[in-house]
């Protein structure tokens, strides 16, 4: 039979996404369907593309109790600012769980990715940084830097915003935009280990495929939520930080094993062998967190499939009138 779906584009949907405690929120549930071990999510399908400096990777995952599910392809094309354009696109759908009939789509190039992300770093923030944060730092001077900065605010609301990046005119231009957007005291730091002794919270977004941050800086009331290695050979911390802390945290263990941290740290021995805790348990107390505010605690988050499915079913509730209807 015929049906409508709604088409939206990225001006759309930046008029009703917001980064706010509601989209914390809506992350934090997938982490909880995840935990609860009842969430179908496949491996994610990752292609690389190095003649043309370039990769495509799909999620998807299917949660009981939502309406639909997504299937998201975010691309990543790093020599196009050399031709002025973003190197980072893709689109989500969302299909009915009740028939499979393609409900949205969403031509997000990469805006629902980038604001799940974030979410899902203050998700980890909430559940595994200390009770009281200070001074916050951030390694990485990009759009995710800014984001996950913007979104640790809404959990522990520090005062202070340490910047680090390899780029000075970069973290300089990233410092002062934190610190007009969350109204808080910006700096820059010239190295990453004085910025790790001052912050109780440190976030790294960047692609780096060498670690940046040495286990030798980690430090008791210390959180730190590790996002950029989302992919083959990326890596930012050493990998003995992971076996220093007293907690590693992973969005999925199945995943850290082949593309996040753990992956370096399973390559190269460093690993103690024991299971992985993941956040969704942790979330719902299956799982033990943090023991004391002098604990060191890491999280690795990959980016899931079911955060996909949560943020695409959150706006498409939300959409009203946005977007453009297509019978077929």
Same mark, same amino acid.
């Given at each position: 039979?015929?049906?409508?779906?709604?088409?939206?584009?990225?001006?759309?949907?930046?008029?009703?996404?917001?980064?706010?405690?509601?989209?914390?929120?809506?992350?934090?549930?997938?982490?909880?369907?995840?935990?609860?071990?009842?969430?179908?999510?496949?491996?994610?399908?990752?292609?690389?593309?190095?003649?043309?400096?370039?990769?495509?990777?799909?999620?998807?995952? *299917?949660?009981?109790? *939502?309406?639909?599910?997504?299937?998201?392809?975010? @691309?990543?094309? /790093?020599?196009?600012?050399?031709?002025?354009?973003?190197?980072?696109?893709?689109?989500?759908?969302? #299909?009915?769980?009740?028939?499979?009939?393609?409900?949205?789509?969403?031509?997000?190039?990469?805006?629902?990715?980038?604001?799940?992300?974030?979410?899902?770093?203050?998700?980890?923030?909430?559940?595994?940084?200390?009770?009281?944060? @200070?001074?916050?730092?951030?390694?990485?001077?990009?759009?995710?830097? !800014?984001?996950?900065?913007?979104?640790?605010?809404?959990?522990?609301?520090?005062?202070?915003?340490?910047?680090?990046?390899?780029?000075?005119?970069?973290?300089?231009?990233?410092?002062?935009?934190?610190?007009?957007?969350?109204?808080?005291?910006?700096?820059?730091?010239?190295?990453?280990?004085?910025?790790?002794?001052?912050?109780? #919270?440190?976030?790294?977004? @960047?692609?780096? /495929?060498?670690?940046?941050?040495?286990?030798?800086?980690?430090?008791?009331?210390?959180?730190?939520?590790?996002?950029?290695?989302?992919?083959?050979?990326?890596?930012? #911390?050493?990998?003995?930080?992971?076996?220093?802390? %007293?907690?590693?945290?992973?969005?999925?263990?199945?995943?850290?094993?082949?593309?996040?941290?753990? !992956?370096?740290?399973?390559?190269?021995?460093?690993?103690?062998?024991?299971?992985?805790?993941?956040?969704?348990?942790?979330?719902?107390?299956?799982?033990?967190?943090?023991?004391?505010?002098?604990?060191?605690?890491?999280? %690795?988050?990959?980016?899931?499939?079911?955060? %996909?499915?949560?943020?695409?079913?959150?706006? /498409?509730?939300? #959409?009203?009138?946005?977007?453009?209807?297509?019978?077929?």
């Amino acid at each position: 039979m015929p049906h409508d779906i709604r088409v939206v584009t990225e001006t759309e949907l930046r008029e009703l996404v917001k980064l706010d405690l509601d989209l914390v929120n809506v992350v934090e549930q997938a982490f909880v369907a995840l935990g609860r071990g009842d969430v179908i999510m496949p491996p994610i399908m990752s292609m690389e593309l190095p003649q043309l400096n370039a990769e495509v990777d799909a999620k998807t995952a *299917f949660i009981p109790g *939502f309406d639909g599910f997504a299937l998201k392809v975010s @691309t990543g094309f /790093f020599d196009n600012p050399k031709r002025g354009l973003p190197s980072l696109g893709g689109l989500m759908t969302l #299909l009915s769980a009740t028939d499979g009939a393609v409900r949205a789509v969403f031509l997000d190039n990469g805006f629902l990715t980038d604001m799940r992300t974030a979410a899902a770093g203050a998700v980890a923030a909430r559940h595994l940084a200390p009770e009281t944060v @200070t001074t916050a730092g951030v390694i990485g001077t990009g759009l995710q830097a !800014r984001l996950q900065m913007r979104a640790a605010h809404l959990v522990r609301p520090f005062e202070r915003v340490l910047v680090w990046g390899r780029d000075l005119e970069k973290a300089t231009l990233c410092a002062a935009d934190l610190g007009r957007d969350i109204g808080v005291e910006a700096e820059v730091c010239t190295d990453p280990a004085v910025l790790m002794k001052r912050a109780q #919270l440190v976030v790294t977004t @960047t692609p780096s /495929f060498t670690p940046i941050v040495q286990a030798g800086w980690l430090h008791p009331e210390l959180h730190i939520t590790a996002m950029g290695s989302d992919a083959p050979d990326k890596c930012e #911390l050493a990998p003995e930080a992971l076996a220093r802390a %007293d907690l590693y945290v992973a969005d999925s263990a199945a995943q850290v094993e082949t593309r996040g941290e753990l !992956r370096t740290a399973l390559e190269r021995g460093v690993w103690p062998g024991t299971p992985v805790t993941e956040l969704g348990p942790l979330i719902l107390g299956a799982q033990p967190g943090r023991n004391s505010a002098r604990d060191t605690t890491i999280a %690795d988050l990959t980016g899931t499939g079911a955060q %996909d499915t949560a943020i695409a079913t959150h706006v /498409f509730a939300r #959409l009203g009138d946005a977007g453009t209807l297509i019978s077929t």
